[in-house]
């Protein structure tokens, strides 16, 4: 979390901005002066600063993915491309379903989607959310145009009408609350008045940050409003993907087995307000599953 640090000399005071991260040496700090004064525009300058921390640690090496993916990709045969993205649709459905309580074991699912072999014993409820999943993950990386409301609370109505049509893309009226979780969603009337906001930030900042911390915040935003009564953490699952896959960077899944630190990141940063502890966290993550193209 970047802060506002004062030193004195003398009879003389100066202000620096102060970010603390951990590296593979240990913790660092990194400084930035203000000036006798702190500026008026403070919050502006911390997110500068660590823009500019975020840009000397981690861009080049989520460039390096970006340029060696599209490198794999030019030499590699359509057919197994598309091999490769049916395998991970099959994995990031599991994972995003598996997440969210489905029953649905990683073989069942692919047994599903691959062969058409309906899982015996299983909720039904499961088995069409997988089905609508994959069919509603290859619609959105075709979509040509870029991230709106209507677009997004159409996506959520395709996932959710053959099993919860009560609330399919709509927006909730309601309070929810997220069980475990120390972060309380915003009351409902607050929700409107949030997703015009979130949508204004988007259009503002789309070009200007970074693919990669740009997916991450549009995760994290969006599904801190929590604009749905249900289907949040999938609904973000996919839209942190559009952005990827939108600039051309690989996607991402983030696995069952790793859901304690997805959500510990995600709940950190809602209550203490802070994007850098997800975005940190985001960036270790993909990093960490596609180095192979570094």
Known sequence: ???????????????????????ERGVATREKYLGTKIPNKIEELKVQFLSEIYKERWYP?????????????KKTPESVLEKRVRSFSVKFTYDTNRIEGSKLTYRETADLLERGLTPRSKPVKDIKEAEAH????????????DLALQIVFYWHKKFF????PDMAGRMREYQVAISGCRFMPPSPVEVPVLLNEFFKWYNRNK??????????????KFVTIHPFGDGNGRTNRLLMNFVLHKHGFPLLNIPYENRSSYYNALERSQVKKNDAIF???????????HKNYM
């Open 61 to 73: 090496a989520l460039n390096a993915i970006k340029e060696n993916y599209f490198k794999e990709e």
């Open 134 to 145: 994959e069919k509603l993950f290859y619609e959105i990386l075709d979509y040509k145009k």
């Open 207 to 220: 070009e200007k940050i970074h693919p990669v911390e740009l997916a991450a915040l549009v995760h994290l």
């Open 1 to 23: 979390m970047v802060t506002v640090k004062k030193k004195t000399v003398g009879t003389r005071t100066y202000y620096y901005l102060e970010h603390t991260i951990r590296t």
């Open 279 to 289: 975005v940190q966290w985001f960036f270790k993550r993909y990093v960490k599953e």
């Open 161 to 164: 009408e053959g099993t919860k």
